[in-house]
């Protein structure tokens, strides 16, 4: 799965289907609830790095999902947090919820994953040294999410960015 | 008042007060307030969510509108009788000229028959402590790391916005429920009279205490430090006792500080303190992010008990008092540990209590409404400022949104949005 190939996402919808254009409006609801939020993630910010995925975390149990789907997503998006803080350059993750599925979008321009398989081999790390003295970059952020989520898109190549795509199936 | 008003929509009964005479309905308890539970209405600030007792508020307030309320507003003579259990941040109040023996002879001074010393018995609590995570290591997934069950504040966050880490509290009782029971039990053999006849007063420095006792349905009262602080300090400068009653070594008079708990415990933890970085952490352990930790000390206040409300002296004043003590009294534990392994195994630290989740609003839709309220408060939060000035009576316009949604606000309460629709756009709704 190497190339640029990124589908329509989140990203070509209406944001805000809720808002008219002069902003003032609110349309009845859609038989199907969604909730659409998008974060923004910068590079090497390790002062703020985690604040997306507990965003995330706030708002799945907001809304109530069970204790350990939420621990799945949040962590996943953790994962991918951290990075696109270590590696990706600035990037943007974008939540969608619905009532049977949890969506994270992860994107970012950074340099890109060559080898998308040997990525997600458990222990394949390229992290810099000063990220490992964090605690970082052991090479298991990718292993993670993909144990974590139900299904996991890795759309990357060498300098094209990398957008990331997690679905989380919710279970009645 | 406030006080005690909400327990019937499932909210803990809190210990803050809000006088509204003396407040002027700014917005700065209600941005300070780290659960969002402070609304300004009709120009007061009222508390309607869950208050945990932390008094961020009452640090903010600039007009000393807000109170932390303790149960005996000290007619003191009443309860000379009874026994008095002091925290051990009381010792450093005083200078450095004052050893925790002296305060206790102060208190005794002062009338109290019976102070009973709690350093000592956290150095108890902290072995065994250590022994329960001893035996947690043995086990297969323990719940690692334990959260110090010590600071009550640090409770109520848990069982209002962590629910899933209350199984991370340990089921032992408290150093104070643990004194307050040693005390029931000797004065009770003493006196001749069933345990729950024994009145206890509790001297604490912070109204959080209150929320735990309250809730233990005994007829305990409780004190701040700043209450009786004169009486007892000059009571202090004329003892002329030399009995000994306090016993503690340096360790267990270290528990005001934050750290303090963690100092004499052999095993991998963390202490942190102040409100938002408590918040912070749970959020961390809530992701499964500390479980390399064994035991995560955490305290509502900054720099530990030390800094609570109710206390007289400096945070930083007295926490080089306490540094002293550790100093000057070692830290070994003087504690035998045979006996302590035995009333371990006998069940002796178990809490009485089990700690309860506090309900949350919207218990009752399904996630389908839930996720229908939500999309409707990000639809409103796009027409928000995003400026979170407050003066819709809401500390952020996210929470502003979701009082919409609530229908607890209106939505013309937001001054940008009035001024909007004076420019000529039409709410429709």
């Known amino acids: 799965m190497t190339g640029m190939a990124r589908h329509a996402g989140i990203a070509s919808r209406n944001p805000f289907p809720g808002v008219s254009p002069s902003g003032l409006r609110i349309e009845p609801v859609p038989l199907m609830p969604s909730v659409e939020r998008k974060f923004r993630i910068a590079a090497n910010d390790f002062v703020n790095a985690g604040e997306v995925s507990i965003e995330v975390q706030g708002m799945l149990k907001k809304i109530g999902f069970p204790p350990a789907l939420t621990r799945r997503v949040s962590i996943s998006a953790y994962e991918a947090e951290m990075n696109v803080v270590m590696h990706g350059g600035d990037g943007e993750m974008a939540l969608l919820i619905d009532p049977d599925e949890i969506v994270l979008e992860c994107s970012d321009n950074g340099p890109g994953i060559e080898d998308v398989e040997l990525a997600l081999t458990p222990g394949y790390s390229t992290a810099k040294p000063e990220h490992q003295e964090m605690g970082f970059g052991a090479g298991m952020g990718l292993p993670n999410i993909k144990k974590n989520a139900t299904e996991l898109v890795v759309e990357s190549g060498k300098g094209l960015g990398t957008h990331l795509t997690m679905r989380f199936e919710v279970k009645a | ?429």
Not at chain 2, 143 to 148: G, R, V
Not at chain 2, 212 to 241: F, H, M, T
Not at chain 2, 405 to 423: P, Y
Request: net charge neutral; with cysteine.
């Open chain 2, 1 to 429: 008042m406030t006080t005690g008003e909400p327990a019937a929509r499932g909210l803990p009964v809190h210990y803050v007060e809000v006088d509204e005479d003396l407040c002027n309905g700014c917005v700065l308890c209600m941005k300070a307030c780290p659960m969002k539970a402070i609304r300004i209405r009709d120009g007061v600030a009222r508390i309607e969510g869950v208050c945990i007792d932390c008094m961020e508020c009452a640090r903010v307030c600039p007009r000393g509108a807000i109170r932390g309320v303790s149960t005996a507003e000290v007619e003191l003579e009443d309860h000379l009788e009874k026994a008095v259990c002091p925290t051990s941040v009381l010792y450093s109040q005083f200078g450095e000229d004052f050893l925790p023996n002296d305060i206790l002879l102060g208190l005794r001074k002062m009338g109290f028959r019976y102070p009973f010393d709690q350093s000592y018995t956290t150095e108890i609590y902290g072995f065994a402590m250590e022994l329960y995570i001893r035996e947690l290591r043995k086990t297969k997934n323990p719940p690692f790391p334990l959260i110090s069950a010590v600071c009550p504040a640090v409770i109520q966050i848990i069982a209002s916005r962590f629910p899933s880490l209350l199984k991370h509290i340990p089921p032992l009782a408290t150093p104070r429920e643990l004194v307050v029971r040693e005390a029931r039990s000797r004065l009770s053999e003493k006196h001749g009279c069933p345990p729950e006849d024994i009145d206890v007063l509790h001297i604490v420095p912070c109204p959080a205490i209150m929320i735990r006792e309250a809730e233990s349905g005994n007829r305990d009262r409780v004190v701040g430090i700043g209450s009786i602080y004169d009486r007892l300090k000059k009571a202090i400068q004329e003892i002329d006792d030399d009995r000994v009653l306090h016993y503690s070594g340096g360790l267990g008079l270290s528990w005001g500080i934050s750290g303090g708990e963690i100092a004499g415990l052999n095993a991998k933890s963390i202490a942190v303190s102040g409100v938002h970085e408590t918040i912070r952490y749970l959020e961390r352990v809530e992701m499964g992010l500390l479980s390399h930790i064994e035991f995560l000390e955490c305290r509502i206040c900054t720099e530990g008990c030390l800094g609570g409300p109710f206390t007289v002296a400096d945070r930083y004043q007295t926490k080089q008092i306490v540094q002293k003590y550790v100093r000057m009294y070692g830290v070994e534990r003087r504690i035998k540990q045979n006996y302590v392994m035995k009333l371990y195994k006998e069940g002796w630290f178990h809490a009485e209590r089990e700690i309860l989740p506090i309900r949350s609003e919207n218990i009752d839709c399904t996630v389908h409404e839930r996720i229908e309220r939500q999309k409707r408060v990000e639809s409103i939060l796009r027409m928000l400022p995003g400026q979170h000035c407050g003066m819709c009576g809401s500390p952020d316009c996210r929470t502003f949104a979701e009082d919409v949604v609530a229908g607890k606000a209106d939505l013309t309460s937001c001054t940008h949005l009035k001024q909007r629709l004076k420019n000529g756009a039409i709410l429709e709704s």
